[in-house]
């Protein structure tokens, strides 16, 4: 089972400035790599998928980058509604794996 | 509109069984791989099942093999989870979620807003 580990557990950050947030996998996922925003009592919400490419109506302040092993979601300029748990999720292999999250929360 | 709506959750003792489904709509569904995702309270995600579009592969994450068992309905646009010997540690929101794209495994583009099952005595 591949292990994705996501870091930091949680992020502070004031609005308006960047966020960058850390996604590693215990072996290589290639480019099958998806970002997932979840706030609370809702789904998730598909942000990347391919690593770095985003999903339908999200902004483009919303960035991956990344193959391999090492994953980053980059949110350039947070805004109020960015405030969340993020997810990672690979798909190259099964079992499909997630990371444990990062929050990102108002500093 | 793509919808996902789960039903079927709810308080059950250990041992004890229940079956989730899932109504799809806004989509042809007989095109698409679904999946069962489950989160456990303040926990991460974690995949259960996947199903392919005729049924013809089907996935479970060992935690949950041989105890649930995914299915699915292309007729009436529904997704299923029977579970069987439940556990505490199966209690959680368990979410529905569409294949991204025709090829698996990948992404989940949409998702229901979940269902939540309880197992305690």
């Known amino acids: 089972e591949i292990v994705m580990t996501q870091s930091p557990a949680t992020l502070s950050v004031s609005p308006g400035e960047r966020a960058t947030l850390s996604c590693r996998a215990s072996?290589?996922?290639?480019?099958?790599l998806a970002w997932y925003q979840q706030k609370p009592g809702q789904a998730p919400r598909l942000l990347i998928y391919?690593?770095?490419t985003r999903a339908t109506d999200i902004p483009a302040r919303f960035s991956g980058s990344g193959s391999g092993t090492e994953f980053t979601l980059t949110i350039s300029s947070l805004q109020s509604e960015d405030f969340a748990f993020y997810y990672c999720h690979q798909y190259n292999n099964w079992p499909l794996t997630f990371g444990g999250g990062t929050k990102v929360e108002i500093k | 509109e793509v919808q996902l709506v789960e039903s079927g959750g709810g308080l059950v003792k250990p041992g004890g069984s229940l079956r989730l489904s899932c109504a799809a709509s806004g989509f042809t569904f007989s095109s698409y791989s679904v999946n069962w995702v489950r989160q456990a309270p303040g926990k991460s995600l974690e995949w259960v099942s996947s199903i392919s579009s005729s049924s013809r592969y089907i996935y479970y994450a060992d935690s949950v093999k041989g105890r649930f068992t995914i299915s699915r309905d292309n007729a009436k646009n529904s997704l299923y989870l029977q579970m069987n010997s439940l556990r505490a540690e199966d209690t959680a929101v368990y979410y529905c979620?569409?294949?991204?794209?025709?090829?698996?495994?990948?992404?989940?583009?949409?998702w229901g807003q979940g269902t939540l099952v309880t197992v305690s005595s």
């Open positions: 391919g690593a770095s």
């Open positions: 072996q290589s996922v290639s480019s099958n």
């Open positions: 979620a569409r294949d991204h794209l025709s090829v698996g495994p990948t992404d989940f583009d949409y």
